[in-house]
């Protein structure tokens, strides 16, 4: 079948999104949807920073985003792509979006919660679990968090 986009197409995309959350002073973590077909539904970024809120991550704009683009409540049969393992909050609501599959990059063994911390998908209370490919694109991924980190505490280092 011809989806449009190969495996790595989506993950270029939010490690793209990803190096533009950089550039704008934000944790560097890009996101993707697409439908059972391959084809893009919605993209974004990180935007904590840009909208003074704390539930802004990548994967929760991105979420709200293909909601909005499909009008569904629900996003059975798209999968998710993210540069960054979800922390729980962004696992619950893609548990609660009803995702079909999950593709990350760069394991979070401090925040994350799919393959790490609470495992969230591997909780026996919990309604939907999608499909979970870890490890795409991670060394790239895990590079570009790396150098956000070294940069932010360099600064703070300056006088």
């Not at 540069?83 to 063994?109: F, K, N, Q």
């Not at 870890?134 to 940069?151: D, H, K, P, Q, Y």
Request: aromatic residues 6%.
């Amino acid at each position: 079948m011809n989806t449009g986009l190969s495996k790595s197409d989506p993950m270029d995309l939010a490690m793209r999104l990803a190096q533009a959350a950089f550039a704008a002073g934000e944790v560097p973590v890009g996101a993707v949807i697409t439908d059972a077909n391959g084809k893009l539904i919605a993209s974004a970024g990180n935007e904590m920073q840009a909208l003074s809120d704390a539930t802004a991550h990548a994967e929760m704009q991105v979420i709200q985003r293909a909601m909005k683009a499909t009008g569904q409540a629900r996003l059975d049969g798209f999968d998710i792509w993210v540069t960054l393992e979800p922390c729980a909050m962004c696992a619950g609501a893609i548990a609660h979006a009803r995702l079909r599959r999950l593709y990350y990059g760069a394991p979070d063994v401090k925040g994350g919660a799919v393959d790490n911390g609470p495992c969230l998908f591997h909780q026996p209370t919990i309604h939907h679990k999608p499909e979970i490919y870890g490890g795409i694109s991670e060394a790239e991924s895990a590079a570009l968090l790396r150098r956000f980190f070294e940069t932010r505490r360099k600064s703070a280092e300056s006088p």
